[in-house]
């Protein structure tokens, strides 16, 4: 188990926050969110398009970074 994995979704997201071309830390992110995909905070009221926006804004940069 490595130093990522024994973080908290909120310490995890902090870190990366700081850190955003950690991939090993992104990796256990993306996992604790397919086991919990509650752990995705989006503000009350954002409309069901603007999430879609900011979702495959995120898939963009992901792809984009891997090359």
């Known amino acids: 188990m490595n130093q990522f994995e024994q973080m908290t979704p909120k310490e995890l997201r902090e ?7 950690n991939e090993e830390a992104i990796r256990v992110r993306m ?4 086991i919990d995909p509650n752990a995705i905070n989006v503000a ?4 069901g398009k603007e999430i879609e926006t900011i979702l495959s804004q995120k898939n ?3 792809e984009t970074n891997h090359y």
């Open 15 to 21: 870190y990366i926050r700081k850190n955003p071309t």
């Open 31 to 34: 996992k604790q969110i397919e």
């Open 44 to 47: 009350y009221g954002t409309s």
């Open 60 to 62: 963009s940069q992901t």
